[in-house]
């Protein structure tokens, strides 16, 4: 049944018409079956009983039936084309509608640290397994099933002696299979992994390929690559080796049936417990019944395979989202009480407490990994605390809607994700609705609009996939600029602003500081110059408030703070 | 070079890539064959048996029973033979197929290797990666299953027929006359009016909701720190459903076609009973004819199955054919080309002359970045930085002198020597270079630094961090030097990833070095110590550097300022500063940058 679940990403329903109607053209395409056995019993009758002769009207009426027939298949046969087809692909659209629903609902810190690519290739790739699942392999596995069983049921009656001749063999083929497939995964698990460290290598080469030129390491040079396609080659090649057999032996075992058949067949003729025409029978349907049995077999195998594509999704969409009701009610002091976290087992804030006042601004500094982008995190809810709470405005942000504690913050950080889609629409993201006019006026005041309006198309310039073609400090203004009409009362900054050139530099400043203006702040400092306006500055190391004070307190103490600055006035004077 | 043949596509091409390894293919083939003839043994005994029931069907007793199961044991026999060959076919196919599969990941590392940069520039890498994989992954569907099964299928039809023809010609035609009229039904329901347009469409529209998916999945950060999740699903949503819709209009078109094609060829005995029947009704006593009939009544309705896959299998190849015409997309890009009259370089100077540049597929990009008419020399053991504006030119200036791209007019010397007519790895032993994206392999510490000289002595690794100061932060880590990167180990700092890197320059002590300056700002402790590392770096070489931070190349023996993709100024920093130009603008504006501090009370200069 869980495979069922998987292969339908937990809505088995949606299988029961694609098999229902397949069942039903299945059923239907027995009757001509019968009827050819019919034909074949009329003529051994004629030989059998040379004085009756060939039951020619009874021949002439089996075809005239036969081709009238053809049409009740071709309607038995549309529904289960139809459901098959359509049924698949609303699974695959509701399905990914819905995954689609779970990742936006999921914490921000999950979808960031996993791969864009692996989540994309699920809500592609793995759907359209899932789509074959539903549409061919799963009806047609249970369409093959239809002839063997009827088969098996009717003849039961008839002699169950040569019945079960037929199918003895079935049951341990069943179970060989069955215990197979836990064997099978290993070994696939095995070539699974060599397939993936093949293609890390390959990203690696593609990823570092200016290294590879410079360092000499072009194709086989670079081993490790070269060692990876070899080694994918090898299991790969194991794998088919060592898993054909199996599948092969339960094939034999099946078909084996038509031998025990023909013997029991034999002897029981002989010995007069078999009539002529039920022998005659067993053995045209001996010849036909195999067929789609070990073609049923093939589909299981296959249905395993895809099966994995569903439990990867239903996996995702077990992923707890991220909860809560509230909303921010009117301040925005952002207060840390007793807050631990970390991303794996280790912690990377130990008990901190801090506060963030409304209208200041507050600076994180600190060694890099000492805790502060993981602080700036938890203020967005990009995760909720191990233990310990952050509140926003006195409320738990816990407990609060995500979207709308979003409402009421901004964040500028490093890299800037833009979308395929003109620049005017990028920088309208911030506010849904917003007039041209508001558009410009926030290009404007983010130092933007000059650039943009030097762009061959200005604000209906189209920016390339992940805006690959502006250069940093120009998406990093259209960036402020979305964030300027967002108009959110408290800003995250992340200062490590790649610095531009010179001028560009300029800009950028010039862009936050209108973007900061007035507002709550919380900025993640590296150069300490620029801090020392902040109300309040934060001093992390090691996952702990270190220090706090404004920039004259710290710099009196000769502590953590006064360590740093000294080591900035030395090299900001670095000359080569 | 392969790719100047003329160039092949579709099922041609792919038996060319697969005739790599002809030999094997050809065993599985004929292994398949074998196969094919011998899973039809069972009916052969089927036959026989009734043949031994209908002539003695007035008679019982007469009949002999050891003659029906040595007919029984032959048809085993069949099967066990059949299934074994089929094995060795499968084995064969497949050892064929990963060779194979293995010469073309080999051959397409090595060439893009040789491309110029831009290729993996355009494409984004995770797209190269993933039809890369995708499509060689096609290959081998194609190699390893669906030639032996296209060959299986086409035996196990071609010895059906045989034998059909040699018992009676009629009902043999018959049958084949039902396979066209299945086919050729099912082609004029499917392919009226607007054919082959459809099926490039349906690619198309896959194609379409792939980009919306990645589009959404990239953009959930932004989308929700901007609180528009519901907004962004929404069009996603629409998207899907109306792919949806598309894909099942698409596929009722079929409806009717397929289903006729499925029910005649389900219908083969219909066809073949009323053929035979006018034979035998004229002579009912004719055992040799009814006993034909009872055969092609038996095998008749087995055709269908062979048939059906094979014009399945036929049919699916388009995908395949997308596969290996990507991959081949990649072979007929130019690589770079090598010196013909190989020469080594006289000196370290390095020259420009005259050389302009110009990216390629202008289309694709709003603006493009290029170099005209740049003469320079930057003298040997000596620094010369290179400054402006971004977009100016500064880092194509870097790119061109290792020949990440080729000029498009000019020449670019080293000691002398046009470097197009330097060896490539020559080139790449002469220059060393640091750039602003690291990049780290995913193996140990100790293995990144020696990339820099395969040869070093352990020693020698151990100096250069030292000289990097990496020494003291690896020594730190759980496993010091045989701490793993990336995945499943250890993730540096930006800042220590740069140390690294330079650890590595450092050990290849090449006499020419191209620097890009790290732009982004370290924390105070890390920036001090890649200052250290890089004093070590240039000490004694001639030195390109991508200056971002102008305070840093007061000392450099020239600079030169690029705007627009020409040289604006020259000279020392001691002269720019004296003259009203495009470098003071830089340095004041560097100064105030400098200077300027956040401040949430409003706008201060």
């Known amino acids: 049944m869980k495979i069922f679940r998987n292969i339908t990403v937990g809505q088995p329903g949606k299988l029961i018409k694609p098999i229902g109607f397949t069942l039903l053209s299945n059923i239907v395409n027995v009757i001509p079956f019968m009827l050819s056995i019919e034909t074949v019993r009329i003529i051994f009758d004629s030989f059998a009983y040379p004085e009756k002769g060939l039951d020619t009207v009874r021949l002439w009426i089996i075809i005239g039936t036969l081709f009238a027939y053809m049409i009740i298949m071709f309607f038995a046969e549309k529904p289960a084309y139809r459901h098959s087809y359509r049924d698949a692909y609303d699974i695959s659209a509701s399905g990914r509608a819905n995954l689609a629903e779970h990742l936006r609902k999921l914490p921000l810190g999950y979808i960031t640290s996993r791969d864009p690519g692996d989540l994309a290739n699920m809500m592609m790739g793995d759907f359209t397994l899932v789509e074959t699942g539903v549409s061919h392999i799963v009806p047609q596995l249970f369409g093959a099933l239809v002839m063997p069983v009827l088969a098996f049921v009717s003849l039961l009656f008839i002699n169950w002696q040569m019945s079960l001749a037929m199918f003895i063999a079935l049951p341990a083929a069943i179970v060989i299979l069955w215990l197979n497939t836990k064997v099978n995964k290993r070994m696939a698990d095995r070539q699974m992994k060599s397939k993936l460290d093949a293609g890390n290598r390959l990203q690696e080469y593609l990823l570092g390929i200016r290294v590879m030129k410079a360092y000499n390491m072009i194709g086989e040079k670079f081993e490790r690559l070269e060692a990876s396609f070899r080694k994918q080659m090898k299991e790969s090649i194991r794998f088919e080796a060592l898993s054909g057999p199996v599948l092969l032996l339960t094939i034999t075992l099946i078909r084996a049936g038509l031998t025990l058949m023909i013997l029991t067949g034999s002897y029981l003729l002989i010995g007069g417990e078999l009539d002529l025409l039920t022998f005659v029978m067993f053995l045209v349907i001996g010849s036909r019944v195999y067929d789609p049995l070990s073609s049923a077999l093939m589909k299981f195998a296959e249905l395993r395979y895809d099966e994995r594509a569903g439990e990867r999704i239903l996996n995702l969409m077990n992923e707890p989202e991220m909860g809560g009701t509230n909303f921010p009610k009117g301040g925005t002091d952002i207060v840390f009480q007793n807050v631990s976290f970390g991303y794996g087992e280790k912690d990377v804030l130990h008990n901190v407490s801090l506060a963030m006042k409304q209208g200041t601004m507050t600076a994180l500094v600190g060694p890099s990994g000492s805790g502060k982008s993981t602080v700036l995190k938890l203020c967005a809810r990009f995760y909720d605390p191990g233990s310990g709470k952050v509140t926003f405005g006195g409320v738990d942000e816990a407990s609060m809607d995500p979207e709308r504690l979003m409402q009421k913050i901004s964040m500028v950080f490093q890299d800037v994700y833009l979308f395929q889609d003109t620049i005017g629409n990028n920088i309208r993201f911030g506010k849904e609705n917003a007039s041209q006019e508001e558009v410009i006026a926030a290009a404007r005041k983010a130092c933007c609009y000059d650039f943009i309006m030097k762009l061959p198309k200005g604000f209906d310039t189209m920016v390339g996939e992940g805006g690959c073609t502006l250069s940093g400090g120009e998406k990093q203004r259209i960036s402020i600029a979305r964030a300027m009409l967002k108009n959110a009362p408290v800003i995250l900054l992340d200062e490590a602003t790649a610095s531009l050139d010179p001028e560009n530099e300029v800009e950028v400043q010039k862009a936050i500081g209108e973007l900061i203006a007035g507002r709550t702040v919380i900025v993640i400092a590296h150069r300490l110059k620029t801090i020392k306006n902040a109300d309040h500055i934060i001093v992390m190391d090691a996952g702990r408030v270190s220090e706090e004070g404004t920039f004259e307190t710290l710099i009196e103490k000769s502590g953590l703070f006064k360590k740093l600055w000294t080591i900035q006035s030395q090299s900001v004077g670095w000359e080569i | ?605």
């Open chain 2, 1 to 605: 070079m392969e790719q100047h043949k003329k160039q092949k596509t579709g099922l041609s091409r792919l038996f060319q890539i697969a005739g790599k390894k002809k030999g094997l293919l050809i065993i599985s083939g004929i292994l398949s064959s074998i196969s094919a003839a011998c899973m039809l043994v069972p009916f052969l005994s089927v036959y026989r048996i009734l043949e031994e029931l209908l002539k003695n069907a007035g008679n019982l007793s007469a009949v002999n029973r050891d003659y029906m199961i040595h007919w029984g044991w032959i048809a085993f026999l069949g099967l066990i033979g059949g299934l074994l060959i089929l094995y060795a076919s499968i084995i064969f196919s497949h050892v064929a197929a990963f060779r194979i599969l293995y010469g073309i990941k080999m051959g397409l590392a090595r060439h893009i290797g040789k491309l110029p940069l831009g290729f993996l520039n355009n494409t984004a890498t995770g797209t190269v990666k993933k039809n890369l994989e995708q499509d060689v992954d096609r290959v081998e569907l194609f190699v390893a299953h669906t030639i032996p099964d296209l060959v299986n299928a086409a035996a196990t039809v071609v010895i059906m027929f045989i034998i059909f023809f040699r018992l009676n010609g009629w009902m043999a035609l018959t049958v084949i006359i039902a396979f066209f009229l299945g086919t050729g039904l099912q082609m004029t329901m499917m392919f009226g009016k607007k054919a082959q347009g459809t099926m490039k469409a349906y690619f198309d529209s896959l194609e379409r909701i792939h980009a919306s998916a990645i589009q959404y999945v990239r953009g959930i950060p932004v989308v929700k720190i901007f609180g528009q999740t519901v907004h962004s699903f929404k069009r996603f949503n629409d998207d899907l459903y109306e792919y949806r819709n598309w894909a099942v209009n698409y596929c009722d078109k079929f409806e009717n076609g397929m289903a006729v094609f499925t029910v005649v060829l389900n219908s083969f005995l219909t066809f073949i009973l009323p053929v035979g029947l006018l034979t035998l009704s004229k002579d009912p006593g004719n055992m040799a004819f009814a006993l034909v009939y009872l055969f092609f009544i038996i095998m008749v309705p087995g055709a269908s199955a062979p048939l059906y896959k094979f014009t399945m299998l036929a049919s699916g190849t388009r995908e395949i054919f997308e596969g290996v015409s990507r991959l081949d997309a990649i072979y007929s890009q130019e690589p770079i080309k090598e010196a013909s009259s190989p020469k080594r370089p006289r000196g370290h100077d390095i020259m420009f002359e005259n050389v302009s540049f110009a990216y390629e597929n202008k289309a694709e990009t709003t603006r493009v970045e290029a170099l005209s008419n740049i003469s320079f020399t930057a003298k040997a053991g000596q620094i010369t930085a290179l400054v402006g504006p971004s977009g100016g030119g500064k880092s194509t200036v870097a790119n061109l002198i290792p020949r990440f791209w080729d000029v498009t007019e000019g020449e670019i010397k080293i000691g002398g020597v046009n470097i197009k007519d330097i060896p490539t790895e020559e080139l790449m032993n002469t220059v060393s270079f640091v750039f602003q994206d690291t990049f780290l392999f995913y193996d140990t510490l100790f293995e990144n630094i020696r990339v820099g000289n395969p040869n070093a002595t352990d020693e020698q690794v151990y100096a250069a961090a030292r000289a990097a100061q990496c020494h003291e932060f690896i020594q730190s880590l759980p496993d010091g030097y045989n701490t793993l990167i990336g995945e499943g180990g250890v993730f540096l700092s930006g800042g220590e990833e740069q140390r690294v890197s330079v650890a590595r320059a450092i050990l290849k002590n090449a006499p020419i070095l191209v620097l890009d300056e790290a732009t982004a700002f370290a924390d105070p402790e890390n920036e001090y110590k890649m200052q250290i590392a890089l004093k070590e770096l240039i000490k004694d070489k001639t030195v390109i550097m991508i200056a971002h931070r102008l305070s840093s190349i007061k000392n450099a023996n020239q600079i030169i300022v690029l705007e627009n993709g020409r040289i604006n100024q020259t000279g020392v920093h001691s002269e720019l500063v004296e003259k009203d130009g495009l470098y003071r603008r830089m340095w004041n504006a560097y100064n105030s940058a400098y200077e300027w501090s956040l401040n949430i009370g409003g706008v201060k200069a």
